[in-house]
T-cell receptor, first 114, second 115 residues
Framework: AQSVTQPDIHITVSEGASLELRCNYS??????LFWYVQSPGQGLQLLLKYFSGDTLVQGIKGFEAEFKRSQSSFNLRKPSVHWSDAAEYFC????????????FGGGTRLMVKP | NAGVTQTPKFQVLKTGQSMTLQCAQDMNHNSMYWYRQDPGMGLRLIYYSASEGTTDKGEVPNGYNVSRLNKREFSLRLESAAPSQTSVYFCASRDRGAGSYNEQFFGPGTRLTVL
């Protein structure tokens, strides 16, 4: 069975600083990987996804993520954080069999200091 | 195009009461999902429906039942609510595209409290 670990429960960065959110996964085949963002009281919005090909994936809102098979990681990055990026971020791995279920990490809550 | 809608937005139940959470999508998606979200645990899959007429258990199905009423609607029922079912419930849908893995689209959630 697949699993996802997000080691950082909370992260605080200053506005304008760079950001990296960590995600490690366990899956027996080529993974399908996703990053979702959840603003307070809202549902989840897809930031970006990786299926195959180029290991550096660009997403919405200036986010990018890099798939590193050797490290089983899919870290999310942003060069300059804006106050509106404060939210909770979830990494997920998708299983192409069994209904294509998503397995989510526990989430990282990002706070942005002015 | 409303996407995925859920009703109600908030609900308070007493232990032992029953209720049904409703979910509908207008994107003509084949697959639909129910998750629960608890602090520090991310989202966990309760049940899913890969296509109309089929349902399967996810990671945490105990205490829940589902009905895929038609292609648009997928309901989640709590027959006898327990405090452990206090959570935020999300419905999602996905288009089963050929040759690719399409992302899931999420509803706004239902916040359920069981006293």
């Amino acid at each position: 069975a697949q699993s996802v670990t997000q080691p950082d429960i909370h992260i605080t960065v200053s506005e304008g600083a760079s950001l990296e959110l960590r995600c490690n996964y366990s899956y027996g085949a080529t993974p399908y990987l996703f990053w979702y963002v959840q603003s307070p009281g809202q549902g989840l919005q897809l930031l970006l996804k990786y299926f195959s090909g180029d290991t550096l994936v660009q997403g919405i809102k200036g986010f990018e993520a890099e798939f590193k098979r050797s490290q089983s990681s899919f870290n999310l990055r942003k060069p300059s954080v804006h106050w509106s990026d404060a939210a909770e971020y979830f990494c997920a791995v998708g299983a192409p069999n069994a209904g294509n279920m998503l397995t989510f990490g526990g989430g990282t809550r990002l706070m942005v200091k002015p | 195009n409303a996407g995925v809608t859920q009703t109600p937005k908030f609900q308070v139940l007493k232990t032992g009461q029953s209720m049904t959470l409703q979910c509908a999508q207008d994107m003509n998606h084949n697959s639909m999902y129910w998750y629960r979200q608890d602090p520090g645990m991310g989202l966990r899959l309760i049940y899913y429906s890969a296509s109309e007429g089929t349902t399967d258990k996810g990671e945490v199905p105990n205490g829940y039942n589902v009905s895929r009423l038609n292609k648009r609607e997928f309901s989640l029922r709590l027959e006898s609510a327990a405090p452990s079912q206090t959570s935020v419930y999300f419905c999602a849908s996905r288009d089963r595209g050929a040759g690719s893995y399409n992302e899931q689209f999420f509803g706004p959630g239902t916040r359920l409290t069981v006293l």
